[in-house]
T-cell receptor, first 114, second 113 residues
Framework: NAGVTQTPKFQVLKTGQSMTLQCAQD?????MSWYRQDPGMGLRLIHY???????DQGEVPNGYNVSRSTTEDFPLRLLSAAPSQTSVYFC?????????????FGPGTRLLVL | QKEVEQDPGPLSVPEGAIVSLNCTYS??????FMWYRQYSRKGPELLMY????GNKEDGRFTAQVDKSSKYISLFIRDSQPSDSATYLC?????????????FGTGTSLTVIP
């Protein structure tokens, strides 16, 4: 299993540009989520999905769109990048057993908006 | 006020020391409590998971939850240089559309050989 993969690893954008951060998992997890990590702020939930066709907003959704057409993929779209969106973005997928939910994180995408 | 508060450190200890990491929270609806370890330039990985007050032990790691005080701790015994990382506490609550997770800011730990 590759686990959770994210592309690109690093991206530089100009203000106003759009882009899509890709996330894929091969563990057949229903629950997937996107976080951003900023110094002094920790990990903050942007959007999450409990299955194909179902998404919902997290703590900081403004400026980001998501869709979930398949179980495997959960892309994050920035429609018009702003410097405030400079951050490290992590995608995660979750599995449940009887007693525990385990989130598996991808390696992250470092985004710089100029 | 943040949902989860965590002392950012940094914390530097000699090898073999006992490390104590702590978080407080304000939302009494949190049901599940976790500790993640994050190495530099990597994604977080789950270290400990608890859902009730009390202690849970896994090798050199012990997670402690006190729901009445809204306080959780992670203890690392016989700390090793390989434990050097950032430790994130996290909590979750169940909504109509699934669990939402809230993370602390992380505590940076360095274990000196």
């Amino acid at each position: 299993n590759a686990g959770v993969t994210q592309t690109p690893k690093f991206q530089v954008l100009k203000t106003g540009q759009s882009m899509t951060l890709q996330c894929a998992q091969d563990m057949n997890h229903e629950y997937m989520s996107w976080y951003r990590q900023d110094p002094g702020m920790g990990l903050r939930l942007i959007h999450y999905s409990v299955g194909a066709g179902i998404t919902d907003q997290g703590e900081v959704p403004n400026g980001y769109n998501v869709s979930r057409s398949t179980t495997e993929d959960f892309p994050l779209r920035l429609l018009s990048a702003a410097p405030s969106q400079t951050s490290v973005y992590f995608c995660a997928s979750s599995s449940w057993d009887r007693y525990q939910e385990t989130q598996y994180f991808g390696p992250g995408t470092r985004l710089l908006v100029l | 006020q943040k949902e989860v508060e965590q002392d950012p450190g940094p914390l530097s200890v000699p090898e073999g020391a006992i490390v104590s990491l702590n978080c407080t929270y304000s939302n009494s609806a949190f049901q599940y409590f976790m500790w993640y370890r994050q190495y530099s330039r990597k994604g977080p990985e789950l270290l400990m998971y608890t859902y009730s007050s009390g202690n849970k032990e896994d090798g050199r790691f012990t997670a402690q939850v006190d729901k009445s005080s809204k306080y959780i701790s992670l203890f690392i015994r016989d700390s090793q240089p390989s434990d050097s990382a950032t430790y994130l506490c996290a909590m979750s609550t169940t909504t109509n559309t699934g669990n939402q997770f809230y993370f602390g800011t992380g505590t940076s730990l360095t274990v000196i050989p």
